[in-house]
C-alpha cells in the first residue's frame, strides 16, 4: 500500500498563528515526497520535495518550510501565517520506476 | 522559462459532445507527460500517461491524449462527454533531470450542459 495519511482535513488559523500540516505514508521506504499547495486559479504549485530524510529543496520562495524528520514523514510548518498562505495543501509521495505518484487528501487552509 | 500551460481556464461543452483540452509544455528535453482529473471533493485521480512509444495514449474513462513533438502539445481527447466528466483537469510533467518532480499547469475547468 502507497497510502498517504494527511490531517488535518480543514484549518482556520488567524494571521500571524504558526502552522504545523503533517503528512506520513506507507510502504516503500525512502520515497521521494512532496508538498503541493493549490491556490484558488492557480493550479498545483510544487512547494517542497524531498528525497531523503533531513534533505528538502523549495521550489518557490515563502513563508513556509518544510522537515522530513523521519522516513515516511513530511511535515510543513510556518511561523506566522500570512493571508496569502490560504489554501489545499497536498502531500504527494512518488512510487516505483513507473512514475506514479500518490497523493494525499489533503487540507484545507484558511487564514483569517 | 520551463513551464507548463493550459490555456483554457473554463471550458463548457454540452452533454454528448466531443471534448479537446490543450497543454502545451517548454522544456528542453521532452518531458514525460501525465493528465490529472480532480472532481469536487475528490483527490487527484490519473487519467493517462505518456513516457515514450505511441503518441496515441489511451486512458481511463474513454479519455485520451495525443503527444505531438513538433508543437510541444500533450491534449486530451474525450469524443462524447458525460456529466459526470465535469472537474477540473491537470496536464503535469516531470522533467527529464532528477528527483521525479511533477509539475502541474494551471488547470482547466470542464463544465458539462445536460
Known amino acids: 500500500s502507497q497510502t498517504i495519511h494527511q490531517w488535518p482535513a480543514t484549518l482556520v488559523q488567524p494571521v500571524g498563528s504558526p502552522l504545523s500540516l503533517e503528512c506520513t505514508v506507507e510502504?516503500?521506504?525512502?520515497?521521494?515526497l512532496y508538498w503541493y499547495r493549490q491556490a484558488a486559479g492557480r493550479g498545483l504549485q510544487l512547494l517542497f520535495y524531498?528525497?531523503?530524510?533531513?534533505?528538502i529543496s523549495s521550489e518557490v520562495p515563502q513563508n513556509l518550510s518544510a522537515s522530513r524528520p523521519q522516513d515516511r514523514q513530511f511535515i510543513l510548518s510556518s511561523k506566522k501565517l500570512l493571508l496569502s498562505d490560504s489554501g489545499f495543501y497536498l502531500c504527494a509521495r512518488a512510487s516505483g520506476s513507473n512514475y506514479g505518484y500518490t497523493f494525499g487528501s489533503g487540507t484545507r487552509l484558511t487564514v483569517v | 522559462a520551463q513551464s507548463v500551460t493550459q490555456p483554457d481556464i473554463h471550458i463548457t461543452v454540452s452533454e454528448g459532445a466531443s471534448l479537446e483540452l490543450r497543454c502545451n509544455y517548454s522544456?528542453?528535453?521532452?518531458?514525460?507527460l501525465f493528465w490529472y482529473v480532480q472532481s469536487p471533493g475528490q483527490g487527484l485521480q490519473l487519467l493517462l500517461k505518456?513516457?515514450?512509444?505511441?503518441?496515441l495514449v489511451q486512458g481511463i474513462k474513454g479519455f485520451e491524449a495525443e503527444f505531438k513533438r513538433s508543437q510541444s502539445s500533450f491534449n486530451l481527447r474525450k469524443p462524447s462527454v458525460h456529466w459526470s466528466d465535469a472537474a477540473e483537469y491537470f496536464c503535469?510533467?516531470?522533467?527529464?533531470?532528477?528527483?521525479?518532480?511533477?509539475?502541474f499547469g494551471a488547470g482547466t475547468r470542464l463544465a458539462v450542459h445536460p
Open positions: 503535469a510533467v516531470v522533467p527529464s533531470g532528477g528527483y521525479n518532480k511533477l509539475i
Open positions: 505518456y513516457f515514450s512509444g505511441d503518441t
Open positions: 524531498s528525497v531523503g530524510i533531513g534533505q
Open positions: 510502504g516503500t521506504s525512502n520515497p521521494n
Open positions: 522544456y528542453g528535453a521532452t518531458p514525460y
